[in-house]
């Protein structure tokens, strides 16, 4: 479908918003903003500790030296499929796919691998040693690691489409199947018995336990966790996290009669709040009404006692919704995001709810402009801004 949109002059050039939305900017009760992208800008921290994990998996842990094994176009091709919100899924779907790759140079090459038993890995220095042991192995029988290219990453998000993590293990276990002749189902047992992301950071999931260190650093590690870090001990990533959208322009959406804004955010409350407070913004934001990952989880968890098994985090609209609810708007808000996630979130908030959700899809965060730009026109995304900053020049115009 093709929408119609104008041009809105502001102070960085000039923002769409679509002909038949205008009307909502009116009705607007009040905003909701995501975090990471819209306050503050991550690409130092969050998108920082990703390349870093994925490096440090493969050439660290498994001794193969290759540069460049992540980079930021392959974070934000991720990001623009719609099916990864959460950074440590995104990370896990990046070294699957050189797992992938990994698994069949070597099923190809007739290299015999030795699959662990669920009872022999339960620690984190017996899932280190394991995957130190396999890199060692097949580096020695020729296995080789090659960064990819955008267009071949490209391929292989396309191919899983917006289904996120599931998809690209879907996709994963076919391509292992077709270029090696085993069957699917022997291809998903493979690959799922070599996974450095199975369980969680205080048992074999290596990956998420050096993200987390990496990016939380030693003090707030221990905060958060509760338990000491075993390979990053030093200063976290999230001390570079500065903050994107201005005093003024949250000042100025106040002014407009809205109330502090929510954060509807995938990103864990207890990292997030002292960095609000480091700016000195935690007036301008409704903290208690906000929804962080510790609070979808909770959810999860909640459902998953009576039987119901689902993922809420975003594109699911469950976030914006309880943050909408929390913060008592009745009928209409607007939810500004920087990804195609965010857009999608805001979309179905407004399928599934009494809510008219006005998406506000912002690129100041994102590496290729242009392919997020059309991303959002593609899903009819209502306002199209360089920054939350033009907000304020924004309903202005409008109003």
């Known amino acids: 479908m093709t929408y119609l949109y104008e041009k809105i002059s502001t102070s960085q050039g000039f923002s769409l918003i679509r002909k038949d939305r205008v009307f909502l900017v009116r ?11 819209v306050i503050f800008d991550v690409s130092e921290s969050f998108r920082s500790a990703i390349m870093l994990t994925v490096n440090w998996f493969f050439n660290v842990v498994m001794g193969f030296s290759v540069d460049e094994l992540a ?3 392959h974070i934000q091709l991720l990001k623009d499929s719609g099916g990864f919100n959460n950074d440590w899924e995104l990370t896990y779907a990046l070294v699957l796919y050189y797992l992938t790759t990994l698994i069949i140079d070597a099923l190809t090459k007739s290299v015999h691998l030795k699959l662990p038993s669920s009872s022999s890995v339960s620690t984190m220095n017996e899932a280190y040693s394991l995957f130190r042991e396999l890199g060692r192995m097949l580096r020695k029988r020729g296995v080789q690691l ?24 879907e996709v994963s276990a076919r391509r292992v199947s077709a270029a090696t002749g085993i ?63 201005r005093r003024e322009a949250l000042a ?27 700016y000195g913004v935690e007036r301008f934001f409704n903290l208690p009404a906000s929804t962080f990952l510790e609070e979808v989880k909770e959810k999860e968890e909640e459902l998953l006692r009576v039987g119901v098994s689902v993922k809420l985090e975003k594109p699911n609209p469950y976030s914006l919704l309880s943050t909408a609810s929390k913060m008592g708007i ?22 599934e709810s009494k ?41 202005a115009e409008v109003c």
Do not use: W
């Open 252 to 278: 100025g959406l106040i002014s407009f009669g809205f109330p502090p804004i929510g954060i509807a955010s995938g990103r864990l409350r207890k990292q997030t709040l002292p960095i609000i407070e480091r």
């Open 330 to 351: 009745r009928e209409a808000f607007g939810y500004v995001g920087d990804t195609v996630s965010d857009v999608l979130a805001s979309i179905n908030a407004e399928k």
């Open 146 to 169: 090659k960064p990819a290219t955008s267009l071949e990453l490209e391929e292989y998000i396309e191919e899983a489409g917006n289904g996120g993590l599931r998809s690209v293990e």
């Open 71 to 73: 980079k930021p176009d």
């Open 27 to 37: 009705k607007l009760e009040g905003l909701i903003f995501d975090c990471d992208g």
């Open 355 to 395: 809510y008219s959700v006005m998406s506000i899809g912002v690129l100041c965060s994102t590496v290729n402009k242009a392919r997020t730009i059309e991303k959002f026109l593609e899903l009819g995304c209502d306002i199209i801004a360089h920054s939350p900053n033009e907000l304020p020049e924004i309903l």
């Open 183 to 245: 069957s699917t189902s022997h291809a998903k047992a493979v690959l799922d018995a070599l996974s450095p992301f199975k369980g969680d950071l205080y048992g074999t999931n290596i990956i998420k336990r050096y993200f987390e260190e990496l990016y939380s650093g030693k003090d707030l590690f221990v905060q958060v966790y509760r338990v000491h870090p075993v390979f990053h001990r030093g200063e976290g990533l999230i001390e570079k996290e500065k903050l994107m959208v």
